[in-house]
């Protein structure tokens, strides 16, 4: 419903002219960088003042529909003609205010003034409709180009394509307009591909993706480095790793620089594939191809021999990293142990864990755990102890599970010197006036118990002896 209007043309017309004094009501500036160096002389004929300042006032209104009234009224006055600037802004004012219906009306008044039409005015209408997530809005910006004689260039084409795939269902419209683009005489660029490409490829239409890298070639359309990523992508997405290492021989082939990303899912792609002896040698060919390896790519390939119980061969990659410049980070130490640990090398996972607090790493209480249950299932109680000690002395908290493991062996021990100082510092370090018992472990507090219970006894014997 429009709303009545708030002030009558007199009112307008006023408001539009009091602000003038005699001597200077002639005298405006305008708002573009060219005429803001010099006055422009309004027409004299017209009695509301220069387009500039009309478009301003237009612009400083927060109610569209005041906009549009001043715009109209001001289009009514002889020899007053608006500046190209105002449809621009009335435009905006109309879309964001979501009156579309008056829309078309600002656009038949730009057609009728005489102004060459370009490109921006359909690149703020496409901006409008895409803000009001309306598709079919943007659609038909396409056409209403054409209605007026004007031939879309590839970016209003490319703009029009990324708002239709965005929205669900509105695939095959971007399809179908992608493939008529050319009957009216716009060219689809390497952007207008990607992003049909990677439309298809994320709707699992891997095919036609590969049919569209296909006719680029065919048509001298250029690929560029995000061509091969979106199909690089899509081949790992589907399980068709040798399709996407073709596709990066041919990137390379071609002079192409692959992206981090591209390594990034080539690498999961292959690990996953358990294709490991290739992914290493994907690893070794980034530096050489101008792409120096990260903490990613490392980190992924330790996880992925880790996963195989290849842990010496993830050790050997966390040396690479050293060698190469890239330091590990806390993921590529505790993927690391936890390899060592499930292929029973516990004093390797040992000797990294100490690697990595001397880092100034954090270990997860993952690590420690894992560490402690394998070394008590071999029955290495100062192994395990040790562990707990590196651990504690790193102001680190251990979990109750590791605890109930450690303790129960330690009890059924003779103790050394060595267990008698762990479990002084175990109590100096876990046990504080409001530390629970729970949070140290349950076994550690019946140990006390009876450690307490035992000395009361030896005490009493010796009393009765005497």
């Known amino acids: 419903m429009i709303r009545r209007p708030i002030y009558d043309f007199a009112a307008v017309f006023r408001h539009l002219t009091s602000p003038l004094s005699t001597s200077s ?61 105002s449809h621009l802004i009335l435009i905006l004012k109309l879309g964001r205010g979501r009156y579309f219906n008056l ?19 359909f690149t703020y209408l496409i901006k409008v409709y895409a803000e009001a997530k309306l598709p079919e809005k943007v659609l038909s910006t396409f056409y209403k180009m054409l209605e007026f004689n004007f031939t879309p260039q590839p970016k209003h084409l490319n703009r029009i394509l990324d708002v239709l795939v965005s929205h669900r269902g509105y695939l095959q419209k971007a399809f179908e307009l992608f493939k008529s683009s050319r009957l009216h005489g716009v060219m689809p660029n ?17 095919s036609i993706a590969y049919q569209l890298f296909g006719k680029m070639l065919e048509r001298d359309v250029v690929p560029d480095v995000d061509s091969y990523k979106i199909l690089i992508q899509g081949f790992c997405r589907k399980g068709q790793v040798n399709g996407a290492m073709e596709l990066l021989d041919d990137m390379l082939n071609k002079g192409f620089v692959p992206d ?3 390594y990034t899912t080539l690498l999961n792609s292959l690990c996953r594939k358990t294709q490991l002896r290739e992914a290493y040698k994907l690893l070794c060919r980034m530096k050489l191809k101008g792409c120096n390896p990260d903490l990613v790519h490392y980190n992924t390939m330790i996880l992925g021999f880790c996963r195989e119980d290849r842990a010496m061969d993830a050790r050997k990659v966390l040396d690479d990293m050293l060698s190469n410049g890239c330091s590990p980070n806390s993921v590529s130490y505790r993927t690391l142990i936890g390899g060592l640990c499930d292929q ?13 607090i001397s880092k100034g790493f954090s270990p997860h209480f993952s690590v420690s755990n894992c560490l402690v249950k394998g070394f008590c299932s071999f029955g290495k109680v100062e192994e395990a102890c040790d562990v ?45 006036g409001d530390t629970r018992i729970v949070d140290v472990g349950i076994g550690l507090g019946s140990y006390l118990s009876s450690k307490l219970q035992m000395k009361r006894k030896n005490a009493r014997e010796r009393r009765r002896h005497l």
């Open 25 to 85: 009501r002639f005298l405006f500036y305008s708002s573009s960088e060219h005429e803001a160096r010099k006055p422009i002389v309004s027409n004299p004929k017209s009695p509301i003042g220069s387009p500039t300042r009309v478009q301003k006032l237009i612009a400083s209104q927060s109610d569209p529909l005041l906009a549009k009234e001043i715009f109209d009224y001001a289009s009514q006055q002889p020899n007053f003609r608006h500046s190209r600037s």
């Open 344 to 356: 029973g090398m516990f004093d390797e996972g040992k000797k990294y864990l100490e690697e990595m």
């Open 190 to 206: 390497t952007r207008s591909y990607n992003l049909l490409m990677q439309a298809f490829c994320l709707n699992d239409d891997l």
């Open 388 to 432: 707990v000690e590196v651990v504690m002395k790193n102001g680190e908290t251990l979990h109750s599970d590791t605890w109930e493991m450690v303790i129960p062996l330690i009890c059924n021990e003779d103790e050394s010197e060595k267990i008698k100082l762990f479990l002084e510092d175990a109590v100096k370090e876990e046990i504080t």
């Open 260 to 262: 981090r990303l591209s």
């Open 103 to 121: 829309i078309d009306d600002v656009l038949a008044k730009h057609r009728s003034s005489g102004y060459p039409l370009t490109g921006e005015i």
